[in-house]
């Protein structure tokens, strides 16, 4: 089964403090993973995807086949890092995307 | 820059009335979704569209639930009757594919209160 579970419904780390998001999957074949995340009062956007290997706004994501994990971590923590986080799949002869329930990242001053 | 828009943005029905939402995909993206997210969980794929081929349904009731994308660009999606348990935010996203990791943009959402 699909499946992607993020164990987290609430992180709270200290400004400058390193922030890791756990994210863990299911998935029968090599699925495609990203983090999409949504700030405030906006829509949920693209935060980065493994196959880019990119890092964005200082997140970044290392895919561990032998764990099934996507973690996301960002060596300081900056106050407008707070939002909700979700952790996606994709297969690779579709794009059905499918959504951990997600976690909010709480940065405390 | 080019958004998914979606309207309403806010609905409140009674429970045995239809509700209708629609969503306008960014242009040239064939790959169209609904998705439902119930508070405090992550988006709920309830169907994707490839132009106006229906790609996967296997989570929409269909007994309450109905989508539509007749000319493959905007798309409406239905609930008739609307149930308590309807309340949500029903998300609408596209994607124009480029192989592995194509990204989805979304729209707003639509709040959906059932009373």
């Known amino acids: 089964a699909q499946r992607v579970t993020q164990p987290e419904k609430l992180l709270s780390v200290f400004k400058g403090a390193p922030v890791e998001l756990k994210c863990n999957y299911s998935?029968?074949?090599?699925?495609?993973l990203f983090w999409y995340v949504q700030y405030s009062r906006q829509r949920l956007q693209l935060l980065l995807r493994h196959i880019s290997r990119e890092s964005i706004k200082g997140f970044t994501a290392d895919l561990n086949k032998g764990e099934t994990s996507f973690h996301l971590k960002k060596p300081f923590a900056q106050e407008e890092d707070s939002a909700m986080y979700y952790c996606?799949?994709?297969?690779?002869?579709?794009?059905?995307?499918?959504f951990g329930k997600g976690t909010r990242l709480h940065i405390l001053p | 820059e080019a958004e998914v828009a979606q309207s309403p943005r806010y609905k409140i029905t009674e429970k045995s009335q239809a509700v209708a939402f629609w969503c306008d995909p960014i242009s040239g993206h064939a790959t169209l979704y609904w998705y439902r997210q119930i508070l405090g969980q992550g988006p709920e794929l309830l169907v994707q569209f490839q132009d106006e081929s229906v790609v996967d349904d296997s989570q929409l009731p269909k007994d309450r639930f109905s989508a539509e994308r007749l000319k493959g660009v905007d798309s409406t999606l239905k609930i008739q009757p609307a149930e308590l348990g309807d309340s949500a935010m029903y998300l609408c996203?596209?994607?124009?594919?480029?192989?592995?990791?194509?990204?989805?943009?979304f729209g707003q959402g639509t709040r959906l209160t059932v009373v």
């Open positions: 996606a799949l994709s297969g690779r002869r579709d794009d059905k995307i499918i």
């Open positions: 998935y029968s074949g090599s699925p495609e």
């Open positions: 996203a596209s994607s124009f594919y480029e192989g592995a990791g194509t990204e989805a943009f």
